[in-house]
């Protein structure tokens, strides 16, 4: 699976879009990018994925670069619930197994 | 409820001695997998299963052992080789197909 790259950190105000990068540069052609998210103490719960179309569901959107070497995870209106660590990851369909691995994340702060 | 169940929330070990972390899901998953999480780091791939009676080595499966005799469960020993067991760790699952990893709430282990 490709390696990512995410800044260690950021702070967003409530209510505005909190948007968070990710650097995938060796991405190949048939890995997807997923974004998941952990807030403290807790499991990471899936939050969107996608190939190459950007897409978009109750949670956020996700915008992929039309050379898939990065993306970005668009939180619409970030809330104080919103606070947690944001993981971005690669990984290649069903066909080439299930190994899964996940970076450091971005751990974000949502100031009120 | 369907989902994923991980016991106990917290474990200790004393030195020299084995313990078993659980991990029951009844969302009929075939991938399950195992990951290690120290304070402030990512997620760290110990072993994954992708079917029953059999698991594959993730990134650091040394001092650690597994066992996938039931769809529905998938132990984790820490053994006595583990030198430094103390970490936050996570249980996961995925169906055949399916794009999303549904993670247990986590088991806390410290050495006594």
């Known amino acids: 699976d490709a390696k990512t790259t995410q800044p260690p950190s950021m702070d967003c105000a409530e209510g505005r879009a909190a948007n968070l990068p990710c650097n995938h540069s060796?991405?190949?052609?048939?890995?997807?990018v997923y974004w998941y998210r952990q807030i403290h103490s807790q499991g990471p719960q899936y939050i969107i994925h996608?190939?190459?179309n950007n897409e978009t569901n109750e949670m956020a959107s996700l915008i992929i670069t039309e050379d898939r070497k990065s993306s970005t995870l668009i939180l619409p209106h970030a809330t104080l619930r919103d606070t947690a660590v944001y993981y971005c990851?690669?990984?290649?369909?069903?066909?080439?197994?299930?190994?899964?691995?996940f970076g450091g994340g971005t751990r974000v702060l949502v100031k009120p | 409820d369907g989902g994923i169940t991980q016991s106990p929330k917290y474990l200790f070990r004393k030195e020299g001695q084995n313990v078993t972390l659980s991990c029951e899901q009844n969302?009929?998953?075939?991938?399950m997998y195992w990951y290690r999480q120290d304070p402030g780091q990512g997620l760290r791939l110990i072993y994954y299963?992708?079917?029953?009676?059999?698991?594959q080595k993730g990134d650091i499966a040394e001092g650690y052992s597994v066992s996938r005799e039931k769809k529905e469960s998938f132990p984790l020993t820490v053994t006595s080789a583990q030198k430094n067991p103390t970490a936050f760790y996570l249980c996961?699952?995925?169906?055949?197909?399916?794009?999303?990893?549904?993670f247990g709430s986590g088991t806390q282990l410290s050495v006594l």
């Open positions: 996961a699952s995925k169906g055949l197909g399916g794009e999303k990893l549904f």
């Open positions: 060796t991405i190949s052609g048939n890995e997807y």
């Open positions: 996608g190939l190459k």
């Open positions: 990851i690669v990984r290649v369909g069903e066909a080439a197994g299930n190994k899964l691995t």
């Open positions: 969302l009929n998953h075939d991938a």
């Open positions: 299963s992708q079917i029953v009676n059999d698991f």
